[in-house]
């Protein structure tokens, strides 16, 4: 016996055999309980997936023709099936992994007057993102709350092979980890030094360049609580980027690949984790 049967009259509907319960094809997904269309929620991967600095909800709200509330929401379920899991580490023999910093947040400037603060100069005050870079490959970030040595040993040792060669600059936070993968080059920004040979961090530094003029221009801003997603959706248009030969229609698909078993709920859109 079949363990469903499909009902007549009720198209993609389905009913358990062992419980009789009815159910569809959306269940155990991030599009469970949702009232919206498959095939829109189908056209809003297509449009996150083909657009390499992102596309606001305001947007997808009007193309799809649902509330602004509803594809805002979208966006994160679609954001969450982006979230990778235990995938294998970065590099490996023969391979150079760039790893670096940055911040992400408003310039003291552009906030009123009455809310600057003398205190807010350079990363104070802005949300740290960190980024692993395979040259030619996958990129994987991470929102920390500091660059040290504690901080970034971990992230390095579970996410990078230690027979890469790391690239990185001359922060403090890379000295001692760096020891143990197969070789550590280092570039001074302190003294204009940026490319010295194979050693430079510049395919990081391009990653950075991709976030940042999709936050300012595509989204204006991220809250703290939801960053880990936003990382989560440029890493995985970078690592599924059309020099490694992947097009849109099938970045979309390898994006609802992700959709099982991560169920996220408008009330609590923080519960799921990131990666």
């Not at 003294?191 to 990081?204: F, K, L």
């Amino acid at each position: 016996m079949d363990e469903s049967t499909p009902l007549t009259g009720r198209d993609g509907y389905y009913q358990c055999n062992a419980c009789r319960k009815q159910f569809t094809v959306q269940v155990g997904t991030v599009f469970e309980r949702s009232h919206i269309p498959l095939n829109k929620w189908l056209m809003a991967a297509f449009l996150l997936c083909a657009s390499k600095k992102g596309i606001s909800a305001h947007q997808m709200h009007r193309m799809l023709g649902v509330t602004y509330k509803s594809a805002w929401f979208m966006m994160h379920r679609l954001r969450e099936a982006m979230t990778t899991g235990n995938l294998p580490p970065l590099g490996g023999e023969g391979k150079f992994v760039e790893a670096d910093h940055s911040y992400v947040g408003g310039k003291e400037k552009n906030k009123k007057l009455g809310k600057r603060s003398k205190e807010n100069i350079g990363g104070a005050g802005k949300q740290i993102v960190h980024t692993l870079v395979e040259r030619g490959g996958r990129a994987r970030s991470h929102h920390v709350p500091r660059v040290n040595g504690a901080t970034l040993g971990p992230l390095l040792r579970k996410n990078v092979s230690r027979k890469s060669t790391l690239m990185t600059d001359t922060h403090g936070a890379y000295m001692g980890v760096g020891k143990e993968f197969a070789g550590h080059e280092m570039v001074d920004h302190g003294i204009d030094e940026y490319v010295r040979g194979n050693a430079h961090s510049n395919t990081a530094e391009g990653y950075f360049a991709i976030l940042k003029r999709g936050i300012i221009g595509t989204y204006h801003h991220v809250s703290e609580a939801h960053l880990g997603r936003y990382l989560a959706e440029f890493d995985f248009r970078y690592s599924n980027r059309s020099k490694l030969g992947v097009e849109d229609a099938e970045r979309a698909e390898r994006a609802l690949k992700g959709i099982v078993g991560k169920r996220l709920t408008y009330r609590r859109p923080d519960q799921a984790a990131n990666a």
